[in-house]
């Protein structure tokens, strides 16, 4: 195990980070430049970049970017008590792997940003001068790479340190377009005197990256619980007193709960059709066993303020016409267009509604914008926020990506997959900035990333980080 990568890995797990929460982490990396007296800049959107000048030898090498970005994505098991705002993570270590306890475990990009300062703190490292950047709330605006300055920088090669796979070099990645909705909530008291309120939970879903995990069919429990509402209200008759469920449109959901009124009378109805749609979910989707579905009497919701059947019905129509998952595929099997629907939430009123699309070809994108818009309007939701992310097209003819595929196959002796990932990245935002920028993202297994199942290669750290100051040495 190299010591001291995750050495800075447990430090940063120990600080919380979330998205446009990251003075704790930033003042950890400005006091980590300063006490090894490395030039540093930080700027009011919490970025910071640090420079380490070139080794003897390297002088006249070409600069080389490192660049990481601080935040991370931010899910706890249903039974967990961790405050993302103020708790360190609890690291676990078995086998290959460190996860965290009951949380997400911020390999995305903690190990990227743990990499990144080994780098720096190793004066026995060869290498050109570096300049490495940090950035904040990659995982939500993308504010940081946005809005930063570089201009102050000479490189035109950068080394993002944010992907999942050992056995992939990332060199070009998705747009991605996200909508916060909200639909007008009509409420009306309940006053049918039989009718008794009811909750039904559907969590245990795994959940997951809406890029990388997209395909392969971990079920969205929002989505499902819309069809069983709407099944629902054409077999019996119903009234929605709350829904909610997700955390990010960018993560699929793990959870959906949703508390109903329903008569007495009905109960063997309502019953029946939950049961026959447990059973098909969980022959779906519970690969792993994990998946509950649960039914049951709330005396709890003493509130009998119900969905109007306008309100109910634009929302379940809405939710069951929205297109969910992978739309496309390239020849080649590679996901090149899709969709999540990411969280729903109905607690403070008006229904909140946050879903978002991406996509490697952007001959693709109006066409599903148009589609969603036209579902947006007529269902009467209103648009709170739109969220547009750039992808990265590679060079065509790259001798940077090159020299890291001679490399590759020199230290792991065999060939890497060079991908287009289906991921959004900040490289779309830095080739803006920084002309005939050469991009490449390399990083070690990380499993499950935005689920609390995500987990990271001890074995795999060890390996990339050697490889990296080996592309350093050689560069």
Known sequence: MNNKVFEFFKEISNIPRPSGKEEQIRNYIVNFAIERNLKYISDKYNNVIVFKESTKGYENNSSIILQSHMDMICNKTR?????????????????????????????????????????????????????????TEEETTMNGAKYIDVSMLNSKKMICLD??????????????????????????????????????????????????????????????MANLLQELSIQTKIYINSIIGGTRSNVIPIKCKCNIFISEKNIDIVEKIILENKLEILKEFDFANRIKIEFYKNNNIKDRKVFSKKSMNNMLQFLNSYKNGV??????????????????????????????????EEIYVSDFITNIEEKIKKYNLQIKNFLELPGYEHKKTSEFINKCKYEYIKYFNKKPKLIKMHVGLEAGFFNTKIPNLDFIAIAPNIWDAHSTDERLSISSTNKIYEYITILLENS
Request: with cysteine; hydrophobic share 35%; glycine share 8%.
């Open 79 to 135: 039974d967990s008590n961790h405050n993302f705002n103020t708790d360190p993570l609890e690291l676990i270590e078995y086998e290959d792997y460190i996860k965290a306890n009951n949380t997400t475990l911020g390999a995305d990009n903690g190990i990227g940003v743990a990499i990144a300062l080994a780098i720096l703190d190793d004066n026995n490292l060869k290498h050109p001068k570096l300049e490495v950047i940090f950035t």
């Open 163 to 224: 992907n999942m796979y050992e056995d992939e070099l990332w060199i070009g990645c998705a747009s991605s377009h996200e909508w916060t909705c909200s639909l007008e909530s009509e409420y009306e008291l309940l006053e049918e005197n039989d009718f008794s309120s009811y909750t039904i939970d559907f969590y245990g879903f795994a959940g997951g990256h809406s890029g990388i995990d997209i395909g392969k069919k971990r079920g969205n429990p929002i989505l499902l």
């Open 327 to 360: 739309q496309r595929y390239d020849k080649s099997g590679n996901v090149i267009l899709s969709s999540n629907f990411g969280v729903i939430d109905s607690t403070h009123g008006d229904i909140q509604l946050d879903f978002s699309m991406r996509s490697n």
